[in-house]
């Protein structure tokens, strides 16, 4: 704008100012000039708008995924005798949530009860006699409350005694290969609805083309069956370019990641889930430091005297972690509400 | 910039060019110049700045939900007989997480144990004679090990039989009404605290002005009381336009969404939680293949000879996601902290 | 664009129009000049680029997290007598996620039966006689199915009989001090993986040159061990500015905040995680109505006569939540796959 002096200010306000243009009429500069301009027009509806889509409304999804294994398994071990496992013993939680953990491998320790024994020989328990233990003490790395007494742990090892569930568990001695092999044949049958409040759309990954006898009996595979919402945990893990036993034997976290990222602008049917599986916890060859998962939990029974026992069972497995992508978008909805209010 | 050779660059750099202007003195195409000015004016200020906020500082919530349920039940079943349930029976976890499922109807199988018993029949179990079942065998979809005979499931049907947990879970009897049918009536307390770290910001559902007696009697009502944090688990279902009986006959998944959207900009008693219910899993009835929601777990006991037993439950029921939404911006700090890291 | 009739459009199509120029040559107007273009250069490339960050593709993580806590406590109750607790009676749920309880306090109801007792005494149950009772009355607020009958609660109190797991539980007299004060003293070791699909990079938060044995006996300090992943209890509650005793004797939820933001175009170990605590539930303490976290979880067991009988424990503690943050950006990938589409 112009200079506006206080005295002019009411004619300034209605002056308009503009530019002297020259115009020059030559075939070869006008074709350079809207060769430019194409150029332009084509990066941003080419580029911008269709690759970037950077015109479009999006929303973020909102997801709920239920999860079922199938299968039984059957173990041989010293401590529990024969026994079959099926999906309420090995399958923890059982609530069939976004995360659920097979159980492939363990240590059992049977007949727990609270009472004393020696602890588990290290550097800091063994002891000569009964003033190398300190009454009372509780060591984080142990296993209970040190009694003060020294007892022998086996004919040539002496350590502190500790009050504690005894008889205490030895986790050394880990099964080289999965007890439960029969694992990798479970199937599991993950059920995922999406939301876009937004664009008011609901989609689930039982596609609607899917119908109740080819869901009795299908399988997931990437090439011949890949909308049956069944997978088979080999077939999974081996997707992620990891071996089955070996990750069975020490544990570990996979993830199936569900992408339903797609453009509401295309008919309905082109947009389905897209399945890919990765393992989650260590990727990392060089720092093979505390690999694995694994926990502790105990089933918990009281004797014919009212006393309790327990059974402590350190199970190794692989812990399956559904996640689920999705941005959608769409440009026939361009002022929409900026909020993810879902509509109730 | 104009044309600038190597020999003329110093005096060049000196150079300032502008643009020959003309000025317009007229009131019809000033004026009309001034109304082109204050609607762009208008509309930067009015929808990108007051509708979009496009100038505010954002920051993403930190959420912590817990959650409390409330009611007995009772049900009167011949594998059970007369039984009243409590939240430590029927809330599954326990942990009153974001995340709850309530027990409403299910399959119970008592006094498991591991043994032998014939399959349930189907088309790969029926048998004729021994040679029909083959030991060792172990089809996914089946309940355990086959042991290599034959023997009477009924009167009329032979089955392979199995090394498995027996008896057999029959679960096609699932009742037709919801057992814990005063499940509707049950309450759930939710606590939800956010916080916008770049904010400083920290807010919970209890709102300042709730004390404890109006929390020990209070229920929420859209309209009657608002700001009541604890929810009857039939008035969820029904704002989620769905029947609580259908849908606590075979499972489900239900939403609780709470949306702490809103402006720091306004005084902060206008920003408090909008609730919002919607059912998460199937919501397209022509698709209507594996519905519901169900779970096995079992209850684990030793007789008094040391031998494991367990009650299988086949668990139907809703399971209550509490999804927390929430972006706060504010224009008052527009040079804020980039990053979302939470300040310790 | 000039004017276009449609007459002469040919033409008009290789017209170039311009502006008419004037140059200044005047040092001083071009010095000003100059500077504007210099301030305008230096803005864009320090603020924009180098502050912001804006030009650069960024990426969300996908993160996997496993707990695993570690210690051993002793509490001495009327109820329970002597009884040591480890992991797996106190970590609940016990499966190492990324959301793990840790019991330190208790309400404890040994040897409930499904049978019948008076309620607890309150305004709606205190009765005179049996006709203030009514059969089949479940409050939501009440503990069972009340029988009808009006029966002596203590010597002086009459309440209505309800049918429910009896003896009932009595929760007012929680023990001032948390019983498991030795979980100060425990630790937990949180193994995080990271991975952003787009830029094909995977990190733990145990650092590569961390190895085996510092790790069994390290202990997170911000000082001098900020490299370990070994987090003594107490240390992250005094980090959040909390008492620890304060918070175990009510319950609690304590955020534990990795932080991974960092930025791809500096050395691969300048990008480590940062930890930082903040409790979560209520931090407004004129608001505080309905503090602390508790739940309420069984232990089932079976008499030798087959009956079911189970011990009810109201579980107080503190609820660890780790929240993992992460957008990693790099300028040297611009023209990125703009989905979050892991690369399977």
Known sequence: MGGCSSQSCHRCFFEYETERMIVVKSKVVGSVFRLIQFLILFYVIGYVCVVQKSYQETDSVISSVTTKVKGTGFTNTSDLGGRVWDVADYNIPPQGESSFFVLTNMIVTPNQTQS????LPNQSTICMSDSDCLEGSNDVRGNGIQT???????????????LSWCPLEIDINLPEHALLVAAEDF???????????????????????????????????RKTDPDCPIFRLKDMVSEAEEDFQTMATRGGVLGIMI??????????HYCGPKYSF??????????????????????????????????????????????????????????GNPSPAPAP
Chains 1, 2, 3 share one sequence.
């Open 116 to 119: 004393t024994c020696p602890e």
């Open 187 to 221: 199937t599991v049958l993950i059920k995922n609805s999406v939301t876009y409040p937004k664009f008011n759309f609901h989609k689930r990954n039982i596609l609607p083309d899917v119908n109740s006898s080819y869901l009795k009996q299908c399988e997931f595979n």
């Open 148 to 162: 003060g007494l020294c007892m022998n742990y086996s004919e040539t090892v002496k350590t502190c005694e500790v």
């Open 259 to 268: 992408d339903w990222n797609c453009d509401l602008d295309w008919p309905e």
């Open 278 to 335: 990765r393992r989650l916890d260590n990727k990392i060859p060089e720092n093979n430091v505390a690999p694995g998962y694994n926990f502790r939990f105990a089933k918990y029974y009281k004797t014919t005297d009212g006393r309790e026992t327990r059974t402590l069972i350190k199970a190794y497995g692989i812990r399956f972690d559904v996640i689920v992508f999705g941005t959608r978008s769409s440009h026939f909805i361009l002022w």
